[in-house]
């Protein structure tokens, strides 16, 4: 046996120990930490709506009786909404434009769909507001000189303009004491100092407390205009809106000079409160505003059957398939039962790594790719068997059947493969995430049963060529011929 060989079986066992090891159902996942530096990854298989269940909203453009709404205003809408559900934390989320003022959003395993609902249809819109010497209790809706076109374009606020240079540490904690003022104030219109385009990034922190609160970067010159302002109102009041409702009305302590701030709430945020508006905040305002139309729950009993018939199918199918090359092909299906089985554990490590989502269609591709892997060996056999009834020697044979099988299953899978490319690009651009799923598991097959078709395979055979030699070929019946 050459050292090519041996190298190969040291990998191929190498990488089913550690494919079995990823798909274990107890897995602990992957957590390294070195030094200040730490990974973390959960390892499991991700189900999709269809499974798993979850929640599917319907969207639409809230605007004024026969006011229209452009497509690019819509594209971007769309585009903050898949922003946000991403942040969510929602793995392979469905979110696509329906007509002309209308997006379909599916989020596959979401548990609170309410508060999901409330951090996508919420317009985002975050003012940095003058209110002088009033602070502002939470809750307070009011007016500003700030406002968004229908066609989702900006009117700008005139804003000051600094030269001085970033020297200090910002401070800006809410105001002791809060001067009692009506839930809305339309009598008067406060100047907007900066909007939330100037922001840079927004993450979830804590106070000294251990509260929740918003830690937010501005960009340069988000930072200019916040310093030349802070350094000119120190005492005053810097209120804080989202969607011209106040959450937080801190004093400036001191100038706010190095483009760096906290928004705290005098009530105290909950957690999940101040991650919907980090994420509203991160992702920016939506162009329009949007009002639910449909909420519709998939439960995840469904799911959960579908997931045992599909288990129960494949498992049944691949017994029969193993069964088949065993029965047929005797000693040269056993190998190929053995490579069958290290495809399907590569194929469950990967969807599990990646991640890719399973959906009842992704299932179906998976299962389909199997049958091709049985085909990939299926003609090397037959090419072998050919080979041996022509009077060649084991070894010639052995080389003779891969080789010449190679031609056939390289431009049968190719083919497989570039129409997987067509249907995952189908997918992504008419929102058909069925078809998306589908191409995905199969595409990942189809790469996979190339390697154990060839690569495990033949080096399974030449491992145990080396060890009979020529005798094997005398025993017609074991090899299938």
Same mark, same amino acid.
């Given at each position: 046996m050459s050292q090519r060989n041996i190298v190969l079986l040291i990998v191929i066992i190498l990488l089913t120990a550690f494919a079995l090891w990823v798909v274990l159902p107890n897995n602990p996942g992957i957590h390294i930490k070195i030094g200040s530096w730490r990974f973390d990854r959960d390892i499991y298989i991700h189900l999709g709506l269809d499974l798993r269940g979850g929640t599917q909203l319907l969207l639409e453009a809230d605007l004024p009786a026969g006011e229209t709404v452009t497509l690019d205003a819509m594209e971007a809408a769309k585009t903050i909404v898949e922003n946000r559900v991403n942040a969510l934390g929602v793995t392979e989320p469905l979110v696509q434009l329906q007509g002309d003022r209308r997006i379909i959003v599916q989020l596959p395993g979401i548990e609170n769909p309410d508060a999901a609902i409330q951090t996508l249809r919420s317009t985002g819109l975050l003012e940095f507001v003058d209110t002088g010497d009033l602070s502002l209790p939470e809750g307070t809706v009011i007016r500003t000189t700030y406002s968004t076109t229908s066609e989702g374009g900006e009117q700008p606020t005139p804003a000051p303009t600094a030269t001085a240079e970033q020297t200090a540490t910002p401070t800006a904690e809410a105001a002791p004491g809060a001067t009692p003022t009506p839930a809305s104030i339309t009598d008067r219109v406060f100047t907007t100092i900066m909007t939330g385009r100037h922001l840079k990034s927004a993450r979830v922190g804590t106070d000294e407390y251990g509260r929740p609160e918003i830690e937010?970067? +501005?960009?340069?010159?988000?930072?200019?205009?916040?310093?030349?302002?802070?350094?000119?109102?120190?005492?005053?009041?810097?209120?804080?809106?989202?969607?011209?409702?106040?959450? @937080?009305?801190?004093?400036?302590?001191? %100038?706010?000079?190095?483009?760096?701030?906290?928004? *705290? $709430?005098? !009530? #105290?945020?909950?957690? =999940? =409160?101040? !991650?919907?508006?980090?994420?509203?905040?991160?992702?920016?305002?939506? %162009?329009?505003?949007?009002?639910?139309? =449909?909420?519709?729950?998939?439960?995840?009993?469904?799911? !959960?059957?579908?997931? !045992?018939? @599909?288990?129960?199918?494949?498992?049944?199918?691949?017994?029969?398939?193993?069964?088949?090359?065993?029965?047929?092909?005797?000693?040269?299906? $056993?190998?190929?039962?053995?490579?069958?089985?290290?495809?399907?554990? /590569?194929? /469950?490590?990967?969807?599990? /790594?990646?991640?890719? *989502?399973?959906?009842?269609? #992704?299932? *179906?591709?998976?299962?389909?790719?199997?049958?091709?892997?049985?085909?990939?060996?299926?003609?090397?056999?037959?090419?072998?068997?050919?080979?041996?009834?022509? #009077?060649? %020697?084991?070894?010639?044979?052995? =080389?003779?059947?891969?080789?010449?099988?190679?031609? $056939?299953?390289?431009? $049968?899978?190719? @083919?497989? /493969?570039?129409?997987?490319?067509?249907?995952?690009?189908?997918?992504?651009?008419? #929102?058909?995430?069925?078809?998306?799923?589908?191409?995905? *598991? +199969?595409?990942?097959?189809?790469?996979?049963?190339?390697?154990?078709?060839?690569?495990?395979?033949?080096?399974?055979?030449?491992?145990l060529f080396s060890l009979t030699g020529e005798k094997l070929r005398e025993k017609k019946w074991l090899l299938g011929a």
């Open positions: 937010f970067e +501005l960009t340069d010159e988000g930072a200019k205009i916040m310093a030349d302002f802070s350094r000119k109102n120190v005492g005053k009041f810097l209120t804080i809106t989202m969607d011209k409702v106040v959450i @937080s009305s801190p004093r400036i302590e001191t %100038p706010i000079t190095e483009g760096r701030g906290r928004i *705290t $709430s005098q !009530q #105290g945020f909950k957690l =999940e =409160e101040a !991650q919907r508006l980090a994420i509203q905040l991160r992702y920016g305002a939506l %162009p329009v505003p949007l009002k639910v139309v =449909e909420t519709r729950s998939v439960g995840p009993t469904l799911g !959960q059957d579908s997931v !045992q018939r @599909s288990l129960r199918a494949g498992i049944i199918g691949l017994i029969v398939v193993l069964l088949f090359m065993l029965s047929y092909y005797r000693l040269l299906g $056993s190998v190929a039962d053995m490579a069958l089985l290290i495809y399907a554990l /590569l194929n /469950l490590a990967i969807y599990q /790594l990646v991640p890719v *989502t399973l959906t009842l269609p #992704g299932i *179906t591709g998976f299962l389909l790719s199997t049958g091709m892997a049985v085909d990939a060996n299926i003609l090397i056999f037959e090419r072998m068997k050919e080979e041996l009834r022509a #009077g060649r %020697p084991l070894h010639s044979a052995i =080389e003779a059947g891969f080789s010449r099988a190679w031609t $056939s299953i390289r431009d $049968s899978n190719i @083919s497989t /493969l570039l129409t997987c490319i067509i249907l995952y690009w189908f997918g992504s651009n008419y #929102g058909a995430s069925m078809v998306k799923g589908f191409a995905v *598991t +199969l595409f990942i097959g189809v790469l996979i049963s190339m390697f154990t078709a060839i690569t495990v395979t033949r080096t399974f055979i030449i491992t």
